[in-house]
T-cell receptor, first 113, second 113 residues
């Protein structure tokens, strides 16, 4: 059974701090990794994708991937109250098999002013 | 540049009625996925379709649920004889041919009375 695990939270950080969200996955052959943001009552929004080991930065967001440890994380710098949402980690096992995407249950982040 | 479109956004049905949910993928996207999300839970994969083909329906309940993606028109998720347990948010996502990033529509919130 291929699993994607996230700490459900809630994770609470003060405004301006760094929020660190973590995700582990069980399928060692996984190829592509995604972070989605979901506001309450809304649909998931893709914010980052990462395919290679290391860091990938996009504005205040940095995704980190370590395939050896089967671990992917999302850092949010200078957290804002508007970042308060549930963050979903998604892992795709096969670049050529689009239906192998697995989602974690999500981590709820609260950024306090 | 329209994103993934879903309608209706809200649907109320009485037990035993049929629910039809529609999804139009982003322009240029040929893959469609349906997910179900129960309150406070993660996304659960239901079915993956390409035009006129069901590629993977391993997440679909064996009875009452069906999906199609005809050559012309939107993808349809059909739930026959709805029960209260079918109440959930149903999200459609699409991805382009050769790509694995999935982009979500706004969802249909189904309420079964």
């Amino acid at each position: 059974q291929k699993e994607v695990e996230q700490n459900s939270g809630p994770l609470s950080v003060p405004e301006g701090a760094i929020a660190s969200l973590n995700c582990t996955y069980s399928d060692r052959g996984s190829q592509s990794f995604f972070w989605y943001r979901q506001y309450s009552g809304k649909s998931p929004e893709l914010i980052m994708s990462i395919y290679s080991n290391g860091d990938k930065e996009d504005g205040r967001f940095t995704a980190q991937l370590n395939k050896a440890s089967q671990y992917v994380s999302l850092l949010i710098r200078d957290s804002q109250p508007s970042d308060s949402a549930t963050y979903l980690c998604a892992v795709n096992g096969d670049l050529y098999n689009n239906n192998d995407m697995r989602f974690g249950a999500g981590t709820r982040l609260t950024v306090k002013p | 540049n329209a994103g993934v479109m879903q309608n209706p956004r809200h649907l109320v049905r009485r037990r035993g009625q049929e629910a039809r949910l529609r999804c139009s993928p982003m322009k240029g996207h040929s893959h469609v996925y349906w997910y179900r999300q129960l309150p406070e839970e993660g996304l659960k994969f239901m079915v993956y379709l390409q035009k006129e083909n069901i590629i993977d329906e391993s997440g679909m309940p064996k009875e009452r649920f069906s999906a199609e993606f005809p050559k012309e028109g939107p993808s349809i998720l059909r739930i026959q004889q709805v029960v209260r347990g079918d109440s959930a948010a149903y999200f459609c996502a699409s991805s382009p041919l050769g790509g694995d990033e999935q982009f979500f529509g706004p969802g249909t919130r189904l309420t079964v009375l």
